[in-house]
């Protein structure tokens, strides 16, 4: 640690809410009487979910237990620099088994793939989330919809264990509040998570290597493909609702990869006078995943629900069917329904 941060540290980060504090602890009696541990979280990982991943990875490590991180998707390419992300697995053996399946950052099952291997719920399912709803049927959960990452829930189960939050566990923990916050842009940045990163950086993270890997090193191709996209932008008439497409065939010029299209949304949101922003992600030529990206003014979860979908007041996903025309018509209808405050 630098003389400059030593001379702030040790920061005041405060204990678990009270409310939160009796999950905290059935979540740690859980992990003291056993031993062999799945840790997995929504497909197409982002930060928030790979970050607190291995956060919990490198926690349950510290106190000598067994830890598998399993996704049924890789790891983002601009978090693989992340201490453990080369250990994430997407294959389990026929024989494995669990005392505990940890699910993070996931409030449906569904979410965790449709080739989820049965064999990877343990005899015990920890819930570990900071969505709305919380997985059904889990044994325990660990739910704060007030969190502003999932590394937030590992923090305080650090803090409550008593382990020291340096190293990988503190990288991985800075890297999903970052991640989750926008990089402390979003309204999601809390007190408390600002406290916490505080923390972090005076425990020794390198903000600055962090940051360079996730926003800094981008493949060309990635640059390119954005160029593509940024072609199909529409806007509404009312310039408050603007779309993205991505096609199938954009897509098979990066191999499917999720990760090389992750934040293109938000240059849309970025646009002036703009309140929603949605990123329509060909399947079939009628078939879309939808991604939305609010600036507050409409609830995008409480929308995508209407489509089956969930998500944040922020941020939210669905799937629809249709042509794109029909798609991206029935959108702008939508959401032009669920503004909420007068055009300035």
């Not at 080739?115 to 709305?132: L, M």
């Not at 990869?257 to 949304?265: L, Q, V």
């Not at 969930?310 to 029909?326: H, Q, V």
């Amino acid at each position: 640690m630098s003389s400059a941060l030593a001379e702030y540290a040790p920061l005041s980060v405060p204990s678990p809410p009270e409310d939160l504090l009796g999950e905290v602890r059935a979540v740690i009696a859980l992990i003291h009487a056993h031993q062999r541990c799945l840790i997995t979280s929504h497909q197409q990982p982002d930060g928030d979910a790979l970050g607190a991943s291995l956060a919990l990875f490198h926690l349950l490590r510290e106190l000598g237990k067994e830890a598998v991180v399993f996704n049924v998707d890789p790891p983002p390419f601009n978090f693989c620099f992340l201490d453990g992300a080369d250990a994430v697995r997407n294959v389990l053996e026929d024989d494995e088994r669990f005392d505990i399946t940890f699910v993070l950052d996931c409030c449906v099952r569904e979410q965790l793939g449709s080739n989820f291997p049965e064999r990877a719920w343990g005899s015990h399912v920890v819930a570990i989330d900071h969505h709305t709803t919380v997985l059904e049927g889990a044994d325990v959960a660990l739910h704060d919809p007030d969190a502003a990452a999932v590394g937030e829930l590992i923090y305080w189960l650090a803090l409550e264990l008593g382990v020291e939050v340096r190293g990988a566990l503190a990288e991985t923990i800075y890297c999903s509040l970052m991640a989750d916050t926008g990089g402390f842009r979003y309204a999601s940045t809390t007190p408390i998570a600002l406290a916490m990163a505080g923390q972090l950086v005076a425990n020794g993270v390198d903000v600055w290597n962090i940051s360079r890997h996730i926003y800094e090193d981008n493949p060309v191709q990635r640059v390119e493909v954005l160029a593509k996209v940024l072609t199909t932008l529409v806007v509404s008439a009312c310039g408050r609702i603007a779309s993205v497409r991505i096609s199938k065939k954009v897509m098979k010029t990066i191999n499917g990869d999720p990760s090389m299209i992750d934040g293109f949304i938000n240059y849309v949101r970025s646009i002036r006078g703009v309140e929603v922003a949605a990123q329509l992600i060909e399947n079939s030529p009628k078939s879309y995943d939808v991604v939305f990206r609010s600036k507050g003014a409409v609830d995008v979860g409480a929308f995508a629900r209407t489509f089956g979908g969930n998500g944040k007041k922020l941020a939210a996903r669905c799937s629809m069917t249709g042509t794109y025309r029909e798609v991206n018509a029935a959108l702008i209808d939508g959401l032009d329904a669920f503004l909420t405050v007068p055009t300035p």
